[in-house]
């Protein structure tokens, strides 16, 4: 086991760990409480890879389990499936995954020469904290299983207001770094793949991935259904920019566009 892994399974151990002991403090299990699981769908045109120049229509799923709380509530498409360990209403804490679709030449004819990216996971821990009622920022960081072997950490700061009874609009800043373990599976280009694509061939190292900024339009339909649009743009830059798949084939600017749709779930645990 390498010690990235390590890392994300010991955050893991210490945020199971830090969440029993406060429920015994209480006198009360772990578990029990108030909680919910919100799920949904989301649908959108987005590139066709990372770094393509081309989009399609994809669908992704929506998932997050935590407690109930009276403090603020946001949450983003960009959240990947989470459950909260320790949940202070300001401050939130976790384990978090994602599922990592495999990519080969199917899946565009600029990829063709370069090696297979297997299908895989992330799993790692996220922090989210509420400075105001109405901003959140939420960091995650994730380590590669099976897709490839390295670290991807995104950040994202949300501002939020209603602008309306049942309609929210909310937006913000995102960036993501990434190690090298994850830009060889995904950017690298070797010298046997190299002279089987026609592409320059590169070694990539670690540093920031991509920058942008999203915005949503949430309605909420009911007190557990909601829907909305969002509108999301990134650069690529550093190690993901330089690539000479990136160069040669794709585009530096990636635009997302599309909508979602979650319901909730609340129950209580003795």
Do not use: C
Not at 202 to 217: D, E, M, N
Request: net charge positive; hydrophobic share 40%; proline share 4%.
């Amino acid at each position: 086991m390498s010690h990235r892994s390590v890392v994300s399974i010991s955050l893991a151990i210490a945020l199971l760990s830090a969440g029993s002991a406060a429920a015994q403090e209480s006198g009360q299990h772990f578990w029990s409480g108030d909680w919910y699981l919100s799920v949904g769908v989301a649908g959108f045109s987005a590139p066709k890879f990372e770094g393509s120049s081309h989009n399609e229509f994809k669908f992704s799923p929506l998932i997050s389990v935590g407690r109930q709380g009276a403090g603020p509530r946001f949450s983003s498409r960009n959240d990947n499936p989470s459950f909260a360990l320790i949940d202070k209403g300001a401050v939130r804490a976790g384990i978090v995954g994602r599922f990592v679709p495999s990519r080969d030449d199917g899946d565009g004819n600029e990829l063709k020469g370069l090696k297979k990216v297997k299908w895989g996971t992330e799993a790692g821990g996220f922090v989210e904290v509420y400075p105001t009622d109405f901003l959140r920022a939420r960091a995650e960081v994730r380590q590669g299983i099976r897709a490839h072997d390295g670290i991807v950490a995104d950040l994202a700061v949300d501002a939020f207001t209603d602008i309306a009874p049942d309609l929210q609009l909310s937006g913000g800043p995102r960036a993501t770094f990434a190690t090298s373990g994850y830009y060889d599976a995904y950017y690298g280009v070797n010298a046997k793949q190299a002279a089987a694509s026609g592409l320059d061939p590169y070694k990539p190292s670690s540093g920031i991935q991509s920058y942008g900024a999203g915005a949503a339009l949430t309605w909420k339909a009911t007190e557990n259904l909601s829907a909305s649009s969002f509108l999301e743009y990134k650069r690529l830059a550093g190690p993901a920019a330089d690539s000479s798949l990136v160069r040669e084939r794709g585009s530096k600017n990636q635009l997302l566009i599309g909508v979602s749709a979650t319901y909730k779930f609340n129950f209580s645990l003795q």
